[in-house]
């Protein structure tokens, strides 16, 4: 099993930008994609961004040019850097983990990953 946990969430105005960041610690050796999420009030959990761990990424239409998905092996830990942030980018961001050989609906959708960090939330006014 591997555990996540977010940090780094907060409060910004339309424009600005932010990083989460996710730990991961446990088997992580079985990891090979890692995720991005949230889930704004009343809606469905969607993707944000993923990164396989040969470096391959994949975005949100929403999101694309504005977001960027990274990961650091040493510190076993991914980061989303979010910037030209809107107002409907408010929302709970979760970080998922994908074990290998878990059953795949595609990079974004959240049935192909297999753990989860607690969340963080990102506030954007206007």
């Known amino acids: 099993q591997v555990q996540l946990v977010e940090s780094g969430g907060g409060s910004v105005q339309a424009g600005g930008s932010l990083r989460v960041s996710c730990a991961a610690s446990?088997?992580?050796?079985?990891?090979?994609?890692w995720g991005w999420f949230r889930q704004a009030p009343g809606k469905e959990r969607e993707g944000v961004a993923c990164?396989?761990?040969?470096?391959?990424?994949a975005y949100a239409d929403s999101v694309k040019g504005r977001f960027t998905i990274s990961r650091d092996n040493a510190k076993n830990t991914h980061y989303l850097i979010m910037n030209s942030l809107k107002p409907e980018d408010t929302a709970m961001y979760y970080c998922?983990?994908?074990?290998?050989?878990?059953?795949?609906?595609?990079?974004?959708?959240?049935?192909?990953?297999?753990?989860w960090g607690q969340g963080t939330q990102v506030t954007v006014s206007s």
């Open positions: 446990g088997n992580t050796d079985v990891v090979n994609r």
């Open positions: 998922a983990a994908r074990v290998s050989g878990a059953e795949w609906h595609g990079p974004l959708n959240d049935l192909s990953y297999t753990d």
């Open positions: 990164i396989h761990r040969d470096g391959g990424t």
